[in-house]
């Protein structure tokens, strides 16, 4: 679908195109980067990676293609949930983010939590246009619980830089 966007200044139109083209070609290669089976996938261990230990542990996948990053995915278990973020990266620059909050619901019969099941409370989809000047579009669904953040692209800076120092020690 090809949205239009016609701005009417000082009795000049002006028509552009809308950031639906740019979402939707974004979404044409991340379709195109999950279904390639070709990847190597490594495993990291984030208690090791970062030098602390979360309750519920994390670990770090990184999806390459050589030593390439194409897709990275951090989940960290934590006291009440899960925190989980995904990067896909074409170029050696991130073009998706996906950061996530579950949590674990109360047992219905109020004797503690329920740790069987996760909820999504939070979820912001980033569509990255151009990396270095953060110029991006953030779908929000939902209100972070567990963490705190703006979804700027400096928030993901310290997690690529982390991945890609563990990839060139391989």
Sequence with gaps: MRVLLTIILGGLYFICHGQDERVSRI??????????????????????????VSDGGGIIKVYSDKKEIIKIEQEIGVSF????????????????????????????????????????????????????IDDSKVIYNGKRVLSEGTCSNFEYEPLLETVQKLIDKR
Excluded at 39 to 44: A, D, G, K, N, P
Excluded at 81 to 99: E, Q
């Design 27 to 52: 979404n044409n290669v991340i379709r195109q980067i999950n279904k390639n089976d070709k990847l190597t996938i490594t495993e990291f261990d984030a208690n090791e990676v970062y030098g602390q």
């Design 81 to 132: 949930g899960r925190l989980t973020t995904i990067i896909y990266v074409t170029a050696g620059k991130p073009i998706k983010i996906i950061d996530r909050e579950e949590i674990f619901k109360f047992k219905d019969d109020q004797t503690g939590w329920d740790y069987t099941k996760l909820t999504k409370v939070f979820e912001a989809t980033i569509y990255i246009f151009d990396w270095d």
